[in-house]
């Protein structure tokens, strides 16, 4: 039971290419969702899918799309890179509802991007 | 909006010191209360959670309170341990919400 897991790690990107972060689990989970960790920022919800062809925005979705064609996966694409894309980025599952604290969110390691 | 507030880090703790990590919130609602912890290197896990006033979440020696009438749920252990150092965000979630709103983070270093 591998969980949430992120690839790649680490990844560079020049201002204007795309790139595709990849995120997978393996528990079954309904919800998935991408954070952007920023020092100082906390943790800020890029988009987020309560099931396979259901996505929705969070609180920061501009340059950023995703799709969720099955369960297991929610890749994040990167249209456009811009240097204020340079952050850490984490991908994360839930069972169900996070609302009632019944099913805690399940985070992958982590990839940080930096884009020059 | 909903919000989370904690207080600002480093906190720098010796081994064994009593632990406190200030956390507010803001909503309209009656949101749950999260602590995640996040260790070096890793994604963020679920340490505690309450989901109603005067409710307590402990896990692992950490204990904290859902003051509703203080808007509060500050975090505390009695004794800390240099595997403890981490960073700690604060959340919140609507009942009928998604969305998980985090705090800042608190990063907290413990010395032998």
């Known amino acids: 039971n591998a969980g949430v897991t992120q690839t790649p790690k680490f990844q560079v990107l020049k201002t204007g290419q795309s790139m595709t972060l990849q995120c997978a689990q393996d528990?079954?989970?309904?919800?998935m969702s991408w954070y952007r960790q920023d020092p100082g920022m906390g943790l800020r919800l890029i988009h987020y899918s309560v099931g396979a062809g259901i996505t929705d925005q969070g609180e920061v979705p501009n340059g950023y799309n995703v799709s969720r064609s099955t369960t297991e996966d929610f890749p994040l694409r990167l249209l456009s890179a811009a240097p204020s894309q340079t952050s850490v980025y984490f991908c994360?599952?839930?069972?169900?509802?996070?609302?009632?604290?019944?099913?805690?969110?399940?985070f992958g390691n982590g990839t940080r991007l930096t884009v020059t | 909006g909903d919000s989370v507030t904690q207080m600002e880090g480093p906190v720098t703790l010796s081994e064994e010191a009593f632990l406190t990590i200030n956390c507010t919130y803001t909503?309209?609602?009656?949101?749950?209360l999260f602590w995640y912890v996040q260790y070096p290197g890793e994604g963020l896990q679920l340490l505690l959670k309450a989901t109603k006033a005067d409710d307590k979440g402990s896990n692992k020696g950490f204990e904290a309170t859902y003051r509703k009438e203080t808007t509060s749920f500050h975090l505390e252990k009695g004794s800390v341990q240099v595997s403890d150092s981490a960073v700690y965000f604060c959340?919140?979630?609507?009942?009928?919400?998604?969305?998980?709103?985090f705090g800042s983070g608190t990063r907290l270093l413990v010395r032998p």
């Open positions: 528990m079954n989970h309904e919800y």
């Open positions: 909503a309209t609602g009656y949101p749950s």
């Open positions: 994360a599952s839930s069972y169900t509802d996070v609302g009632t604290g019944n099913s805690p969110l399940h």
């Open positions: 959340a919140l979630s609507d009942r009928s919400s998604y969305k998980l709103i």
